[in-house]
């Protein structure tokens, strides 16, 4: 089959012939016909993440036909049986095991769903990590409820759009932030409420000025800019983190913490059972993910290179013919 190949760090992908896939137990193969980016794997391109192994198949969000049925898949494998924790055996698809970069992928047949039916096999392979990620933020971590207010921090990555369609179809007030102003402005036209540029020093105080305050944060970040949503957190708020990307968080107080009686919840992933919920809520919401780009699978390095850069609105996909 062919498949987008990486064998070694800071080098291209390369677009090859490889192995078909091999299957164990319950496994099928799937004639995938979409994939989609994720940050991840930028970083494993770049040797940023824990693990790497060579050759490897990236790419965690797939949708294609197995049989006559469209389905989309997974992203990950091994949750355990404990809900509220992943275990030590959990992994992500698309490396160490070969991902959705390829025609084809031999899969659990548990990690199959019906591809929801009002979706392309391009906007249903921009949902699963993405996806799962948010919904497990929103809803089982932070418990989001209708009509709370909820802030959504870096909106035009795949998860934070996510989040965001996901609180605003639940009939949330939702705002947003940016360092790029032309992001805020698209996210208002989606609905968003009002929005704020975090590189402006006081972007707590003109976020507080539109909404007074808010129930729900949903953060990708951390960092110095973290400890300003104590600011904004209303009486018994959750703040949900799911990644890492400015670093530590320096001068957080913990006495504004525990005086607003405020949570601090971290979150990644998902189980399969939160995976079929989330794919649920799309259908009956008729959500459409966002997409940014999308490039044919052969073109996989320069899709990689965009992602690289940041500026994206929305999730870049491959096209698998």
């Avoid at 275990?87 to 160490?96: E, H, R, T």
């Avoid at 959705?100 to 548990?110: S, V």
């Avoid at 601090?264 to 259908?283: A, Q």
């Avoid at 290179?305 to 996909?317: A, N, R, S, T």
Wanted: aromatic share 10%.
């Amino acid at each position: 089959m062919k498949a987008l190949v990486l064998w070694g760090l800071k080098e291209p992908l390369v677009y090859q012939d490889f192995t078909d896939p091999i299957l164990a137990g319950d496994e099928v193969i799937v004639e995938l016909k979409a994939a989609a980016l994720n940050r991840r794997d930028f970083y494993i391109t770049r040797g940023m993440y824990p693990g790497i192994v060579f050759p490897a198949v990236l790419g965690s969000d797939g949708a294609g036909m197995y049989k006559d049925r469209e389905v989309v898949l997974y992203p990950a494998a091994d949750w355990g049986g404990d809900p509220a924790c992943q275990s030590s055996a959990f992994k992500i698809l698309g490396m160490p095991d070969h991902g959705c970069f390829a025609r084809q992928i031999g899969i659990r047949y548990h990690y199959l769903f019906n591809k929801p039916a009002h979706l392309t096999m391009q906007q249903a392979a921009a949902l699963p990590l993405a996806g799962l990620t948010a919904y497990r933020a929103l809803f089982t971590r932070a418990r989001l409820q209708p009509g709370e207010k909820v802030l959504v921090s870096g909106i035009g990555g795949g998860v934070a759009l996510q989040a965001f369609q996901f609180a605003h179809a639940l009939g949330c007030e939702v705002y947003v932030t940016s360092g790029d102003a032309g992001k805020i402005e698209k996210a208002k036209e989606m609905g968003a409420m009002g929005g704020a540029n975090y590189r402006d020093e006081d972007f707590a105080r003109q976020l507080k000025g539109m909404a007074g305050g808010f129930d729900v944060i949903i953060d990708s970040a951390g960092g110095e800019g973290f400890a300003k949503f104590l600011d904004v957190i209303n009486p018994g708020g959750r703040i949900v983190v799911y990644g890492g990307t400015a670093g530590k968080i320096p001068n957080l107080s913990p006495q504004r913490l525990f005086w607003k009686q405020a949570s601090i919840l971290g979150s990644t992933m998902g189980t399969v059972e939160e995976f079929k919920k989330m794919l649920d809520f799309i259908s009956e919401h008729r959500i459409v993910p966002v997409v940014d780009s999308v490039y044919k699978l052969e073109d996989g390095n320069q899709a990689i290179e965009k992602l690289g850069k940041g500026g994206q609105f929305g999730k870049i996909v491959l096209e698998i013919e």
